[in-house]
């Protein structure tokens, strides 16, 4: 299987009290926020298969970032398997994070495009 072939989250934020429980997995139920980065291959998965995943596990903030044309997503509020609320966004601009983290800024000035 080649490497563009699968999904895998590439960051997911939680609350510091998660860093004292044992074992390496972190249950869906505290993550605040998950960020993707699409692959330039296979972002059909990034753009659907997990962000419904993402919304029915009731994770509050799915960030999708596709350096293929600059775009990203800011999906929030997640109800029955579906996030509620998208803001889109292009790199460049300051996107201001939702609750869970309210007043978290990302400035994505120095995000680049795939070459």
Same mark, same amino acid.
């Given at each position: 299987?080649? +490497? ?9 934020? +939680?609350?510091?009290?998660? &860093?004292?429980?044992? =074992?390496?997995?972190?249950? %869906?139920?505290?993550?605040? /926020? ?5 692959? $330039? =291959?296979? +972002? ?6 997990? /962000?419904?995943?993402? %919304? ?18 800011? #999906? ?10 998208? #803001? &889109? +966004?292009?790199?460049?601009?300051? /996107?201001?994070? $939702? ?17």
């Amino acid at each position: 299987m080649d +490497a563009d072939d699968y999904c895998s989250p590439n960051l997911v934020v +939680a609350p510091a009290e998660v &860093e004292d429980e044992d =074992g390496w997995l972190l249950d %869906a139920d505290t993550a605040d /926020l998950t960020v993707e980065v699409t692959s $330039p =291959g296979n +972002a059909t998965c990034d753009l659907t298969d997990e /962000l419904g995943e993402y %919304a029915a596990w009731q994770i509050p903030i799915y960030l999708l970032v596709d350096p293929r044309k600059g775009d990203i997503f800011l #999906h929030f509020d997640p109800v029955d398997g579906k996030y509620r609320t998208t #803001h &889109e +966004a292009r790199f460049g601009e300051v /996107l201001e994070l $939702p609750s869970p983290l309210d007043g978290a800024r990302i400035d994505t000035s120095g995000f680049r495009l795939y070459g």
